[in-house]
């Protein structure tokens, strides 16, 4: 079959000592301290057979995550930028939704000919971690499009558990298309609720919030507030483009924060009283964190969701001040995420569709890598049928 594989020398920085399981597996932790001189291309692979607890999809649609881009994004050694969970030579995507067409002899949850998406983080079920019910934390993670073979492919396997059906959403939708576009976004908010359920603890309804960054996630992050009785969402982005969407997923005032402080913006806003939730969804922390300092409202939240390879400092006056809290998320397996997130499109509560902005045959992926790289867009797709 035809895979977009991604390719890249293994080569620890000096001041990087890569665990002897990171050196068995060539699993890095931290991409960006051990992997450079990264390509891409077409090629041709085995088409996957399904393990006995495991399924064969047939890829419809795929999206290009934030998370993606930092793999072609390098610093001056040629090193990825992307801080996580990286193994190569992989098949890139992780924003999939497709048909199971083939099953392993113990699956009983998936039928095929069911139209899925999946749960990227694949745990294994038996660490500390898992057996605490924290499955993002695995200790033996892998993730599909980072360590496994993602979904830039004809087909793809993944663990019957990690599937969850889409075929509640199909009444809200015109037809398979659109349906199958609606899976392939399940995950980016999928992320954003677990960063602002689960590891935040959600927030009351009427709260002020802010959002950095209006990428993919930043553009969720707009909905599910909304979709939580925010009373104010607003949003800092430097794309016009990108502004321009966030007031069609429901942000009240959208501003460029080269152009404005935003702080000083966030405080006339909420008339004087600061933020009572802030998101990080930019992936960039030099600039976002200390704005967010200075606009908390007291025993507000800052939520950090965005990734960033740059070490930063943060001031914790103000944080102490104002008895705030400061939370960085991780991942969105486990604890009912998906379903709620499916409950939450097929009511209508959430509305993905208008984050797309295009959408590419599978010939033409690099054309699409390329258009995301230049963030301009909300979400694009690619259509694998």
Known sequence: MKAYVLEATWDPRPDYRPSPGEIETRRALIGSSVWRHLHGAFKEIDTPQPGPDDVVIKVRRVGFCGSDMHFFETDADGYITYPGLTRFPSVLGHELAGDVVAAGSRVVN?????????????RCGHCYPCRINQPNHCENLDEIG??????????????????????????RVANDGRLYDCGALVEPFTVVYNALVHAAGGFQPGAFTVVHGAGPIGLASVAMLRACGAARV??????????????????DSVHDPRRVGADAVVMTETEGLGADLQIEAAGAFEHTLPAMERSVSLMGTILVIGRDAAH??????????????????????????????????????????????????????????????????????VDVS
């Open 110 to 122: 998936v039928r095929v000919g069911e139209p899925v998406t999946i749960e990227d983080m694949v």
């Open 312 to 381: 930063v400092t943060i001031y914790p006056e103000p944080l102490q001040v104002k008895r705030a809290t400061l939370v960085l998320a991780k991942g969105n397996a486990g604890h009912g995420t998906y379903p709620h997130v499916l409950r939450l499109m097929a009511s209508g509560r959430i509305d993905p569709l208008p984050m797309i902005t295009a959408k590419y045959p599978f010939a033409e992926l690099e054309a699409a890598l390329a258009a995301s790289r230049a963030r301009g867009h909300g979400k694009i797709l």
């Open 146 to 171: 980072f360590s496994l073979n993602g979904g830039f492919a004809e087909y793809v396997r993944v663990p019957a558990r990690n599937c969850w059906s889409i075929a509640s959403i199909r009444p």
């Open 234 to 251: 607003i949003v800092f982005e430097v794309s016009e483009e990108r502004r321009a969407l966030a007031l069609r997923m429901g942000a």
